[in-house]
Structures are given as structure tokens and as C-alpha cells.
């Protein structure tokens, strides 16, 4: 790793087109200043790792009775959107026993579920 | 096209309702190609299912339906998109056990109606999307769904 020492108001640059400027330094905190174009995407090393475990642990979601639990916790009947709302913490509150995941689910209900997505889907 | 989804099946898909997300996820670059798919009877409920792996999918959350409160504006500002582009958050659950389901409200999904986020100038139908990042809001990663899940 290249190690630069740098005083308050110098620059590094990085390539042609990134600039990095020391504004200040106060204890052990230094307040950087960085110019990159628009697409080059900056961030701060620890919401960068978090963030990526976060996709990477959502992109886990495998289950194949979600869809199934989820439509048991919207009826088709109701009003879906006013259903949702009413068991999320946005709004009013319920019983953890509403929210109950072991909703009972064959899987011939989890692959009707998929089919009548698809066919939904194909429709709009 | 036919996409295919090991949740959903074979989906046809219409050339414009596909969704380019340019740089892919953080964690997952090559997540570059989806399609939105309602969640049956669950309408605030979206799988993006991509095109390049039947088993690569998200569960997204229609966040500005469930919570009006949400800070869409941001969101949009952080991807640099028009007005019009839609906000979701994702779904994570852990353990297989829905009443643990977080989603991540510090990293939502914009994704544009029409125009390329790169280029607001251009002409192409392509709807894009990416993750954005709203630095400072103080919205968690992990946002439990239900009371008394996890986070």
C-alpha cells in the first residue's frame, strides 16, 4: 500500500479524473474531501461491507413458502393494501401471533401460488 | 423473452419490462438484468427476478405504499433519477422465518420508469435501476417488519 504523508489543504490525486484533499484534522479524526465523476460511487468502507453482507443475506431468500405465507397474511378478499399495512410496524400494531410464520402450506398451494403469479404477470 | 425463476416458473417477459441495473448489486455485480413480478394476493410485495440466474431473485417492498413517511425524494436524489421512478426496499429473511423479516431501508431499489440514469438526456425505453445509498438519513439496514422481529 502506498502511504502518503499530507498537510491541511494538500492534494492527492488518483488517476486523471479523482482528487483528494485533506480539510482538516482534528485528533484523531480527518476530514477528507473527494472529487470523482458521477459514476464513481463513494462510500464509506464499513456501509460498503454492510450493505453487501445485506444484499448477499437477501439474495438467500430461497423459501419457497414465502409466497404462500405471504398470501396468508394478505387475504385476496380484503382490501390488500389496508391488510399490509395493518401488520407492519409503520402503523398500528399487532400481536406477534398474527404474524405467525408457521402458516400451514402445501406444496401444491406454493406451486399454485407461483403459477398465478406468472399468469398475473403475463396478463399485465 | 422467457425468463426462468425457480420460485415463479417460466415468466415471458416483454422486451420493455425489463429492468438494466448497470453496475449490478453490491455483493452481487453480475445481478444486472431483472424483471418485477407482483407477489400474488400481496400486492406490496415484488419478486425482481433476474434474467441470468433462475435462483437470483430479491424481495422487494412497495415502501412508499406501506410507509408514506419513507424518504423517496432522497432516494431518488441519491440515484439521480427523474420524479417519476419508483422506490422498493428489500426484503431479507433470516433463517427461513418470516415474522424475522427485516428490510433494508438504508439501501433501497430506484428504478426508473423510462429514462437511462446515466444519461437523463436519453432517448432509450430501457427502464434502469440501482441501489442507493442515503448516507446521513439514520434508516437502519435492517428494519424489522413485524413486531418483535428481528433487526
Not at chain 2, 426462468?4 to 455483493?27: C, M, Q
Not at chain 2, 431518488?76 to 422498493?88: G, H, M, R, T
Amino acid at each position: 500500500m502506498l502511504v502518503l504523508a499530507r498537510k491541511i489543504g494538500q492534494k492527492i490525486r488518483i488517476g486523471s479524473d479523482i482528487e483528494l484533499v485533506v480539510v482538516a484534522v482534528q485528533g484523531d479524526v480527518v476530514r477528507l474531501g473527494i472529487s470523482a465523476p458521477k459514476g464513481v460511487p463513494i462510500h464509506r468502507q464499513e456501509i460498503f461491507d454492510a450493505i453487501t453482507a445485506e444484499n448477499q443475506a437477501a439474495a438467500d431468500v430461497s423459501v419457497a413458502d414465502v409466497i404462500c405465507a405471504l398470501a396468508k397474511l394478505h387475504p385476496p378478499s380484503s382490501q390488500g393494501r389496508v391488510q399490509a399495512r395493518n401488520i407492519f410496524l409503520f402503523s398500528p400494531k399487532v400481536s406477534p401471533d398474527a404474524v405467525d410464520n408457521k402458516v400451514e402450506c402445501s406444496a401444491r398451494d406454493e406451486q399454485l401460488s407461483g403459477k398465478e403469479a406468472a399468469r398475473k404477470f403475463k396478463e399485465d | 423473452m422467457i425468463v426462468y425463476s425457480s420460485r415463479l416458473g417460466e415468466l415471458s417477459v416483454a422486451e420493455d419490462k425489463l429492468i438494466t441495473f448497470p453496475h449490478g448489486f453490491w455483493g452481487l455485480p453480475e445481478w444486472q438484468q431483472g424483471v418485477l413480478v407482483p407477489v400474488a394476493d400481496a400486492p406490496v410485495f415484488f419478486w425482481l427476478q433476474f434474467t441470468h440466474d433462475p435462483a437470483a431473485a430479491f424481495l422487494l417492498l412497495d415502501i412508499a405504499a406501506l410507509a408514506p413517511d419513507y424518504d423517496c425524494a432522497a432516494a431518488k436524489a441519491a440515484a439521480e433519477v427523474p420524479a417519476d421512478a419508483a422506490v422498493y426496499t428489500i426484503v431479507t429473511i433470516p433463517d427461513q422465518n418470516l415474522s424475522l423479516a427485516t428490510t433494508n431501508l438504508l439501501a433501497p431499489v430506484v428504478i426508473s420508469t423510462s429514462r437511462d440514469l446515466s444519461h437523463p438526456q436519453a432517448t432509450s425505453d430501457k427502464r434502469q435501476g440501482t441501489q442507493a445509498i442515503l448516507h446521513d438519513s439514520g434508516y437502519p439496514l435492517r428494519f424489522p417488519l413485524f413486531e418483535g422481529g428481528g433487526g
